[in-house]
């Protein structure tokens, strides 16, 4: 069954202190990666896609790693801002037939505080 | 450009009413997509339009949900009768596709609907 697994389910750390998110799948067969930054009230934002060949992506203070070996990806934060507190939302897609997204299996996310 | 726009932001309406949520897609994408998300379930793709045909309906809960899209600039999702375990958020997204349909097109989310049954 494809699934998407996020941890922790929750994360507190303080202003300025790095932290990385955790996302394991069992999507067969794999197509790409999407970490998504959904703050309270608002649509998700997309923050990186990865393919199967690439290992890392950064855009910005935020870094995704993707080990397609062992189907796990992270998503490192560096230097964390009060602006991060949001929920992290990992989206695995499956390789199917003719570009339909019904292939896409949703992580549950990570939600972060940053604390001043 | 102002980004996929949907209204309302918030319904509260009586369990058996008719609810419909709207949704404008950024002007240029031809793809469409309505999800809904829960504490429960997290975010779940209802249907997805590619160029105002409905291509994956598979996530539509039940006979009781139903999609459209007229044209290029406008969807609707209606939910009839509506139940309290419909109460979510309802988001729509597009996007373009790229040269390989959508496996590596970003989508991008409008501010949602949250709707209450009650």
């Known amino acids: 069954k494809n699934q998407v697994e996020q941890s922790p389910q929750s994360l507190i750390i303080l202003e300025g202190k790095n932290c990385t998110l955790q996302?394991?799948?069992?999507?067969?067969?794999?197509?790409?990666l999407r970490w998504y930054k959904q703050d309270t009230g608002r649509g998700p934002v997309s923050l990186t896609i990865m393919t199967f060949s690439e290992n890392t992506k950064s855009n910005g203070r935020y870094t995704a790693t993707l080990d397609a070996d062992t189907k796990q990806s992270s998503l490192h934060i560096t230097a964390s801002q009060l602006s991060d507190s949001a929920s992290y939302i990992c989206?695995?897609?499956?390789?199917?037939?003719?570009?339909?997204?019904?292939?896409?299996?949703f992580g549950k996310g990570t939600k972060l505080s940053v604390k001043p | 450009d102002a980004g996929v726009i949907q209204s309302p932001r918030h319904e509260v309406t009586e369990m058996g009413q008719e609810v419909t949520l709207r949704c404008k897609p950024i002007s240029g994408h031809n793809s469409l997509f309505w999800y809904r998300q829960t504490m429960m379930r997290g975010l779940e793709l209802l249907i997805y339009f590619n160029n105002n045909v409905p291509i994956d309906d598979s996530g539509m809960p039940e006979d009781r949900f139903s999609a459209k899209m007229p044209n290029a600039s406008f969807s609707t999702l209606k939910i009839q009768p509506s139940e309290p375990r419909d109460s979510a958020v309802y988001f729509c997204?597009?996007?373009?596709?790229?040269?390989?349909?959508?496996?590596?097109?970003?989508?991008?989310f409008g501010q949602g609907t949250r709707l209450t049954v009650v």
């Open positions: 989206v695995v897609s499956a390789r199917g037939y003719g570009g339909s997204q019904g292939n896409l299996i």
């Open positions: 996302c394991n799948y069992t999507v067969s067969p794999f197509s790409n």
């Open positions: 997204a597009s996007s373009r596709p790229g040269q390989r349909q959508l496996v590596n097109t970003e989508a991008f």
